[in-house]
């Protein structure tokens, strides 16, 4: 039996894996959560054979829950589910060991059938990302600039982000600049949306 712990920030939609799943009678889910913590605590308590993961959800990222179970050494195969075919993700999911990574827009049964690759240790991606795979694109972003992104992402002004990071206006403004070069756009806002685009603000 291949026991499934499902992390899925929208109701519906977990509700809808969950019942679909449990028509198959060689998979069973041991567990079902709608924020990256809850799922967490279940991941642990159950030491599920895999976890599938949406990529974006509250208090801890698919992506973050993915290298979490690596870093603590659970043996739980992982697969990031989402609606984003964006390089920076699935490249950032490749670093973190996740052996799955699927549009939600696949067919149920590619789904059940990628739960049983990745339980028997294959990989499994998305035939609409395979393209992807080939268009590695770097990051060159430093930490500093990409914690500036986000704060200007989250809507804070220059004034803002200067207090929560304990930096002066002209830094925080070389931050924006050099991050508006880097990413050959022309404002900060094109910048946070190239970056956010690429995966790297995650």
Not at 59 to 80: C, D, F, N, Y
Not at 124 to 143: C, G
Request: net charge negative; aromatic share 6%; charged share 30%.
């Amino acid at each position: 039996m291949i026991r499934v712990v499902i992390a899925e920030d929208q109701k519906m939609l977990l509700g809808a894996f969950s019942s679909l799943i449990a028509f198959e009678t060689d998979i069973e889910v041991v567990g079902e959560a709608q924020d990256g913590q809850k799922a967490w605590e279940l991941i642990v308590e159950k030491i599920p054979d895999v976890c599938i993961l949406d990529i974006e959800m509250p208090h801890m990222t698919g992506l973050e829950l993915a290298r979490k179970i690596k870093e603590e050494q659970i043996p739980s195969k992982v697969m990031i589910v989402t609606t984003f075919s964006r390089v920076g993700y699935l490249q950032k999911a490749i670093d973190s060991d996740v052996t799955g990574y699927l549009l939600k827009d696949e067919p149920i049964d590619y789904l059940i059938d990628s739960i049983r690759k990745v339980a028997a240790g294959e990989k499994v991606v998305s035939r609409d990302l395979a393209a992807t795979l080939f268009m590695k694109v770097e990051n060159p972003l430093n930490d500093r600039e990409i914690d500036v992104l986000r704060l200007v992402r989250e809507g804070l002004t220059t004034s803002e982000i200067t207090r929560r990071l304990f930096l002066t206006k002209g830094t925080v403004r070389n931050y924006l600049s050099s991050s508006i070069q880097k990413l050959q756009v022309e404002s900060r806002q094109q910048a946070v949306n190239k970056a956010n685009e690429n995966g790297w603000l995650e």
